[in-house]
C-alpha cells in the first residue's frame, strides 16, 4: 500500500516565542494532510524552598529541538536516552526520567527501591482533589548472577519433588546475593533482557544443534552460527536460552539489577525463560527502543508490493496505531499535561543535591511543579480569520544530575487550503491563561453548533 503524490496546502509558520519550534506536514494512515508545531523549552531545577519543593526558571540557551535519537554514549546499538522531538503526533504525554539510581545516604547496600510520581495539582483547590497520574518503584540492586547448581545439591533437591509428588519442583538454577552497590545508571543495560550470540568461528559453534543454526549460503553468509534475541530489550541482561547455555557449557552468567518492585527476578522465572516461557517486562524509566515489543506491534500489519508508482510512496498500515510515537513504558505514560503538575523522585540524585531533602527512611527525595502556562496557535485564512490551536505536553524529560527538566509541546492542525497563515505564542500571566481557556471553550463551542445545524 502507499500514497499517491498528496499535494499538502502549504502554511506559513511565524513563531513568536523565544523558544525552538518548528512546523512540518504529515499524512495519517487514511491519507489526511496535517500540519504539525513542535516547541521545546528547557528548565533549570532550583534549589530547594523551605517547604521542600524546587522551582524551575527557563534556560538562558536556547534548547534545541532532537531531530534524531539520543542514545546511551552515544553509542547507535544502546539504549536511547531521548527520541527525536519529530514524531507526528502522540495520544498520551511520556514522561521520561534519565538518572542514576543513588543508595539511600548513599550508603552502599544490596539493594534499594527508586520511585517516580506524578500528580495533578487538584491539592490547590480546596473544590478538587489531586489525581494520581503516574507512580511507578523499582529496584535497584548490586551485581548478581544465575548459577547453575552443583550436581550433589540437585541430586540432593530430588527425593523433595518425589516426597511432594511433584508439588515442589526444585529448580536447577540459583540467584546469587547481590553485591553491596551505591549507584547504578537506570538504564535498559541492567535491566532484564540480552541476546544470544555464537559466531561460527567461536568456542562452542560445533556444538549448536542443526535447528538453531542460522541458515547460509555463499550469497548471504551469516557471520553468527546462532543468535537469537530479547524482542522486548536487546540489551539487558538475564536473556537466554537452553541450546546457547548448551553450546557453551556456561553455568554462570550476570542477572538483571534492575526490576519492578512488584515483579522481582527469580531463579524459577528464568529457568522458565530457558524454554521459551514468557520474559519478565524490562524494568527501566527511559524510552522503549522503536523495534521492541510490545511498542513495534503498534506499527500495525505491513503489506509488502512488489512494483511502486514513480509518485507514490510507503504508506502507513492501515491499522498503525499512533500509540507507536509514545516511547515511554506504558506505565509512564498518562494524560496530556498543562502545567502546575508534581513531580517526586525517590533515591533518583544524590543525598547532597541541593534541590532534595532526605526522608525519615534516609532516602533522597526530588520535589517540583510544572510551571503554568500556554502554547498555542494563531492560525488564520486569507479573510484574517483566527482558529486557536491550544499545544499539549505530551513530552517531559527530566534529568536530576544535570538539574534540568526539557518540555516539549506539539499540536495538529488539519491542512485546510483555506489557512494561510499560523503564528506560536506562549503566555505565563494567569488572566491570559484564563482569558486563551474561554476562548478555546467558546471556539469548541461554535464548531460543535454549526456541526449541529448541518446534521439538520
Known amino acids: 500500500m502507499g500514497y499517491?503524490?498528496?499535494?499538502?496546502?502549504?502554511?506559513v509558520f511565524d513563531n513568536r516565542t523565544p523558544y525552538t519550534a518548528l512546523q512540518f506536514d504529515a499524512l495519517d494512515?487514511?491519507?489526511a494532510a496535517f500540519h504539525v508545531f513542535v516547541a521545546k523549552i528547557g528548565y533549570q531545577i532550583n534549589p530547594r524552598g523551605s517547604d521542600g519543593l524546587s522551582t524551575m526558571t527557563p534556560l538562558d540557551e536556547v534548547v534545541e529541538l532532537n531531530s534524531e535519537d539520543i542514545h546511551v554514549d552515544g553509542k547507535s546499538d544502546a539504549s536511547v536516552l531521548e527520541e527525536s522531538d519529530l514524531a507526528p503526533f502522540k495520544p498520551r504525554c511520556d514522561v521520561i526520567i534519565n538518572a542514576t539510581a543513588h543508595a539511600p545516604k548513599g550508603n552502599p547496600v544490596e539493594q534499594f527501591v527508586v520511585g517516580l510520581s506524578v500528580e495533578t495539582p487538584g491539592r490547590a483547590s480546596p473544590s478538587r482533589s489531586s489525581e494520581l497520574l503516574i507512580k511507578k518503584s523499582l529496584v535497584v540492586c548490586g551485581t548478581r548472577r544465575f548459577k547453575y547448581k552443583s550436581k550433589a545439591v540437585r541430586m540432593l533437591q530430588w527425593p523433595l519433588g518425589i516426597l511432594t509428588l511433584g508439588?515442589?519442583?526444585?529448580?536447577?538454577w540459583r540467584l546469587s546475593s547481590p553485591q553491596k552497590l551505591s549507584s547504578l545508571r537506570l538504564i535498559y543495560e541492567y535491566a532484564y533482557g540480552g541476546q544470544c550470540r555464537?559466531?561460527?568461528?567461536e568456542r562452542g559453534a560445533k556444538y549448536v544443534s542443526a535447528r538453531n543454526r542460522l541458515p547460509a549460503s555463499d550469497d548471504f553468509p551469516q557471520p553468527d552460527i546462532a543468535h537469537e534475541a530479547s524482542q522486548s530489550n536487546p540489551v539487558g541482561l538475564g536473556f537466554t536460552r537452553n541450546w546457547y547455555l548448551k553450546a557453551l557449557r556456561c553455568k554462570s552468567l550476570p542477572a538483571p539489577q534492575v526490576s519492578y518492585l512488584s515483579q522481582p527476578i527469580t531463579a524459577r522465572q528464568f529457568q522458565a525463560c530457558l524454554n521459551d516461557g514468557p520474559d519478565p517486562v524490562p524494568a527501566g524509566m527511559g524510552p522503549v527502543g522503536r523495534a521492541w515489543q510490545p511498542r513495534r506491534a503498534l506499527i500495525g500489519d505491513i503489506k509488502e508490493k512488489?512494483?511502486?508508482?514513480?509518485?507514490?510512496?510507503?504508506?502507513?498500515?492501515?491499522d498503525f496505531d499512533f500509540g507507536y510515537w509514545n516511547c515511554a513504558p506504558a506505565d509512564q505514560q498518562c494524560p496530556y499535561l498543562k502545567g502546575e503538575e508534581r513531580f517526586t523522585l525517590i533515591n533518583l540524585c544524590t543525598p547532597d543535591h541541593p534541590a532534595a531533602t532526605v526522608d525519615g527512611n534516609g532516602s533522597t527525595v526530588l520535589r517540583f511543579d510544572l510551571p503554568r502556562q500556554a502554547m498555542f496557535i494563531l492560525a488564520a485564512n486569507a479573510s484574517t480569520q483566527l482558529t486557536v490551536l491550544p499545544l499539549v505536553i505530551d513530552t517531559v524529560i527530566v534529568s536530576p544530575e544535570t538539574r534540568r527538566v526539557d518540555l516539549v509541546w506539539r499540536g495538529c492542525l488539519a491542512a485546510d487550503p483555506s489557512l494561510v497563515e499560523s503564528r506560536l505564542m506562549h503566555i505565563t500571566d494567569n488572566a491570559q491563561i484564563e482569558r486563551l481557556e474561554l476562548l478555546i471553550q467558546q471556539q469548541s463551542s461554535e464548531l460543535d453548533d454549526t456541526a449541529t445545524l448541518g446534521k439538520k
Not at 512488489?306 to 492501515?318: I, K, T
Open 29 to 31: 494512515q487514511h491519507g
Open 306 to 318: 512488489s512494483e511502486w508508482g514513480p509518485d507514490e510512496v510507503p504508506a502507513l498500515p492501515e
Open 167 to 172: 508439588a515442589i519442583r526444585p529448580g536447577s
Open 4 to 11: 499517491a503524490d498528496v499535494p499538502v496546502p502549504g502554511i
Open 198 to 201: 555464537i559466531g561460527r568461528e
